[in-house]
Nanobody
Framework: QVQLEESGGGLVQAGDSLSLSCTAS????????MGWFRQVPGEERAFIGA????????RYADSLKGRFTISRDNAKNTVLLQMNDLKPEDTAVYFC?????????????????WGQGTQVTVST
């Protein structure tokens, strides 16, 4: 059983930066690839990016490359999502997820463990 909890969401203005964190209650955090997704009500949960268990590899959605950065601190069982130059279309609930997939997991179906999400709202 894996429990994840996101934090750091809030209301920001367009152009601002924001950092989200996700803390996992697992014994061996480095076993898990970690992903970030976001969801607008009524729409599918969309992939943002992922980081491998040891932090050596990252992948991002093409549309977000250069603005969002994922990192992790395995000593703290934490994964971070740094978001820069936020835009109103970034408004969503942001979720972290954990996977034991051996490759780099990019799909929702590859992540069995999810946090509850944290709201990010970007005003104009």
């Amino acid at each position: 059983q894996v429990q994840l909890e996101e934090s750091g969401g809030g209301l920001v203005q367009a152009g601002d930066s924001l950092s989200l964190s996700c803390t996992a209650s697992v014994h061996t955090f480095s076993d898990y690839a970690m992903g970030w997704f976001r969801q607008v009500p009524g729409e599918e949960r969309a992939f943002i990016g992922a980081i491998s268990g040891n932090g050596g590899f990252t992948r991002y959605a093409d549309s977000l490359k250069g603005r969002f950065t994922i990192s992790r601190d395995n000593a703290k069982n934490t994964v971070l999502l740094q978001m820069n130059d936020l835009k109103p279309e970034d408004t969503a609930v942001y979720f972290c997820a954990a996977s034991l997939w051996l490759g780099m997991p990019l799909l929702r179906e590859q992540y069995p463990y999810w946090g509850q999400g944290t709201q990010v709202t970007v005003s104009t």
